[in-house]
């Protein structure tokens, strides 16, 4: 019942309607029943001397984020190193380091009324992700990071994020992040063999109501990819990590920066990246969902996929995938961009095709998976340096095209 009065509560103030009521702190109108949004807020504002990242435009993004907070699970905080302990190496993607930690104390869970300040409960497990070039970052890196990081804690669909922390060793930033068990492409190359449709198509639409939510708030993600597309087993969801943090924080305007083989075509000759580039996006992951692994995973070379790219290859069709969506994978990879679906009639339709599959018996579904154990795809764990985000320059290109009906590869 908490949980979901806390829930309510969030709602509330992100939607600026519902009840109010005194609250007997502050004398103002507050919308929360479990707190008060604006004893919450200034309990922060009264804390901003006793902190500090050592760089102003770090502390006003984090002060910024603060002054917005729906609730006390969801505070953008500046997290002292000191607190972190048995910090581990985990990986290197693109330009990042990614590590594993646990936070002392964990993020505030809830507003103490007799003591009128925002508690603690307990330590957990997080994720730390190294921000290359922060110090040299320009300030529409930064107004792109207030705005990713607002929208992590406001949607449940994208992963949380607690917050930024410094490395004193060597003065690296890191963003401080929920942790999740493990990502997309891991997880088709363990479990494609044991997927019926019933269950692609119930993670195809989770991913594409993240992306709803995070272009609800007018914001382009700009490098879906299925190393980015994480799961909680404890939640059974999927959700999207890495908005606004993608590549280095000075990276030119002009560059193009991602994971080539889910990157537009249109991107890829040098245009700005829209809503559209995302969706273009989502039709490589449903395309990955339904063969377990990566598009274009037999090329070395860049540059020929470049070229195949836009001059319309897309990856081969897997037998037995449904029509409802194929097709709207087909219309998601278009070569024209204003062709493609608006994540708005995407969902609505993604939403209709899972629903018919949701309501299907799973016995139904027996044959699938025989059928799957007994045509497995040759497992290929590629470390390829195509599956790689990073920044790419290409020089003058054609414009993109689709290619005649039924050349794929």
């Known amino acids: 019942m908490r949980d979901l009065t806390k829930n309510y509560d969030r709602n509330k103030i992100l939607d600026d309607d519902g009840t109010r009521r005194i609250c007997e702190n502050c004398n103002q109108e507050c919308l929360a029943t479990?707190?008060?949004?604006?004893?919450?807020?200034?309990?922060?504002?009264?804390n901003f001397p006793n902190w500090t990242s050592g760089n102003d435009?770090?502390?006003?993004?984090?002060?910024?984020?603060?002054?917005?907070?729906?609730?006390?699970?969801?505070?953008?905080?500046?997290?002292?190193?000191?607190?972190?302990?048995?910090?581990?190496?985990?990986?290197?993607?693109?330009?990042?380091?990614?590590?594993?930690?646990?936070?002392?104390?964990?993020?505030?869970?809830?507003?103490?009324?007799?003591?009128?300040?925002?508690k603690r409960f307990e330590d957990c497990k997080v994720i730390l992700k190294k921000l290359e070039n922060v110090k040299s970052a320009n300030q529409s890196w930064?107004?792109?990071?207030?705005?990713?990081?607002t929208i992590s804690n406001k949607w449940a669909d994208v992963v949380r994020c607690y917050g930024l922390t410094q490395n004193p060793s060597n003065g690296n930033y890191m963003l401080v992040m929920n942790k999740m068990d493990i990502d997309l492409r891991k997880y088709l190359q363990q479990n494609h063999n044991q997927l019926t449709w019933k269950k692609r198509i119930n993670i195809t639409f989770e991913i594409i109501l993240a992306l709803y939510y995070i272009?609800?708030?007018?914001?382009?993600?700009?490098?879906?990819?299925?190393?980015?597309?994480?799961?909680?087993?404890?939640n059974d969801s999927w959700y999207i990590s890495d908005l606004g943090f993608c590549g280095p924080a000075d990276k030119s305007s002009t560059s193009i920066y991602g994971n080539l083989s889910y990157i537009a075509p249109e991107v890829i000759i040098g245009r700005k990246y829209t809503f559209a580039s995302d969706i273009y996006s989502i039709?490589?992951?449903?395309?990955?969902?339904?063969?377990?692994?990566?598009?274009?995973?037999?090329?070395?070379?860049?540059?020929?996929?470049?070229?195949?790219?836009?001059?319309?290859?897309?990856?081969?069709?897997?037998?037995?995938?449904?029509?409802?969506?194929?097709n709207l994978m087909?219309?998601?990879?278009?070569?024209?961009?204003?062709?493609?679906?608006?994540?708005?009639?995407?969902?609505?339709r993604m939403l209709r095709i899972n629903l018919d599959y949701q309501n299907m018996s799973d016995e139904l579904f027996k044959s699938e998976i025989d059928n799957l154990e007994m045509n497995k795809v040759?497992?290929?764990?590629?470390?390829?340096?195509?599956?790689?985000?990073?920044?790419?320059?290409?020089?003058n290109l054609p414009e993109p095209r689709n290619a005649t009906e039924g050349i794929s590869v």
């Open 34 to 46: 479990l707190y008060c949004e604006y004893c919450v807020r200034n309990y922060l504002q009264e």
């Open 57 to 118: 435009d770090i502390d006003n993004l984090i002060q910024e984020c603060q002054m917005e907070s729906l609730n006390p699970q969801t505070i953008v905080e500046w997290i002292p190193y000191s607190n972190l302990e048995n910090i581990k190496y985990l990986t290197k993607g693109g330009f990042s380091e990614i590590y594993s930690a646990g936070w002392i104390n964990g993020n505030y869970e809830e507003w103490d009324f007799e003591k009128k300040q925002l």
């Open 142 to 149: 930064f107004e792109e990071a207030k705005s990713h990081l």
């Open 215 to 234: 272009h609800f708030e007018e914001a382009i993600h700009r490098d879906l990819h299925s190393g980015n597309i994480l799961y909680s087993q404890l």
């Open 283 to 326: 039709a490589m992951l449903m395309w990955e969902i339904s063969f377990g692994q990566p598009p274009f995973m037999d090329y070395e070379d860049e540059h020929i996929l470049v070229y195949n790219i836009i001059d319309g290859i897309r990856p081969k069709i897997v037998p037995g995938t449904p029509l409802e969506y194929k």
């Open 330 to 348: 087909k219309e998601c990879w278009d070569a024209d961009p204003l062709k493609r679906p608006d994540i708005c009639a995407l969902e609505d």
């Open 378 to 395: 040759e497992e290929n764990y590629t470390s390829s340096r195509l599956f790689t985000s990073k920044i790419h320059n290409f020089g």
